[in-house]
């Protein structure tokens, strides 16, 4: 299974983008869908994620900017990200985990996507 981003880009401080992550194959037994980050230098950190009950949880530095929502019929899940700061660039990772067969958490990952918010 392969995750699928795009939607990254240049945009100027204020702006807005929204990512979007689909997967190639199915994926059953999803725990939760999510979307991080990591910026030159810096470890990769969440950003924003939702269980299979829609539960959503968000870094502090992004609550009331962005949203995350997620299609789990279709294995899909979005990021919209409203009023960009500079420090919001980076390179955004979606994530989608599971149980596998042996009721472990497994971790599927996208390959990346650039967003530069310029000042």
């Known amino acids: 299974v392969q995750l699928q981003a795009s939607g990254g880009g240049l945009v100027q401080a204020g702006g807005s983008l929204r990512l979007s992550c689909a997967a190639s194959?199915?994926?059953?037994?999803?725990?939760?869908m999510g979307w991080y980050r990591q910026a030159p230098g810096k470890q990769r950190d969440l950003v924003a994620s939702?269980?299979?009950?829609?539960?959503?949880a968000y870094a502090d530095s992004v609550k009331g900017r962005f949203t995350i929502s997620g299609d789990g019929a279709r294995y899909q899940v979005f990021l919209q990200m409203n009023s960009l700061k500079p420090e919001d660039t980076a390179v955004y990772y979606c994530?989608?985990?599971?149980?596998?067969?042996?009721?472990?958490?497994?971790?599927?990952w996208g390959q990346g996507t650039l967003v530069t918010v310029s000042s």
């Open positions: 994530n989608i985990r599971r149980l596998n067969d042996y009721r472990a958490p497994e971790d599927y």
């Open positions: 194959n199915n994926i059953f037994s999803i725990i939760s």
């Open positions: 939702i269980t299979s009950s829609g539960t959503t």
